[in-house]
């Protein structure tokens, strides 16, 4: 099992870039695909990006194409989120999750470790 810590977030202003770390514990992080979703106050969470073992398939939300970029370094036990052109609608709690499997998935229940999550907030 795979232990999951995310770090990163804050406050920034719309248009703004972040960058969110989720460092992984085990030598297993290797194996699985990874994910980040986001939760916002009254929400559900949402999928927001995921990437499968080796880093060559990504996948996105509609809402985050083009400005967000996520990445791995298996070398490093390290899972990545580039945020850029943040808009207010990008405010909410950050999570990244290890997956059950080794490929990429958009939906909750595919994961299996959570890390405790990073609030990220871009005002007007």
């Known amino acids: 099992q795979v232990q999951l810590a995310v770090s990163g977030g804050g406050l920034v202003q719309a248009g703004g870039s972040l960058r969110l770390s989720c460092a992984a514990s085990?030598?297993?992080?290797?194996?699985?695909?990874m994910g980040w979703f986001r939760q916002a106050p009254g929400k559900e969470p949402e999928f927001v990006a995921t990437i499968d073992w080796a880093g060559g398939s990504t996948y996105y939300a509609d809402s985050v194409k083009g400005r967000f970029t996520i990445s791995r370094d298996n070398a490093e036990n390290a899972l990545f989120l580039q945020m850029n052109s943040l808009k207010p609608e990008d405010t909410a709690v950050y999570f990244c999750?290890?997956?059950?499997?080794?490929?990429?998935?958009?939906?909750?229940?595919?994961?299996?470790?959570w890390g405790q999550g990073t609030q990220v907030t871009v005002s007007s």
């Open positions: 085990g030598r297993t992080f290797i194996r699985y695909g």
């Open positions: 999750a290890a997956g059950r499997g080794g490929g990429p998935s958009l939906r909750v229940n595919d994961y299996y470790s």
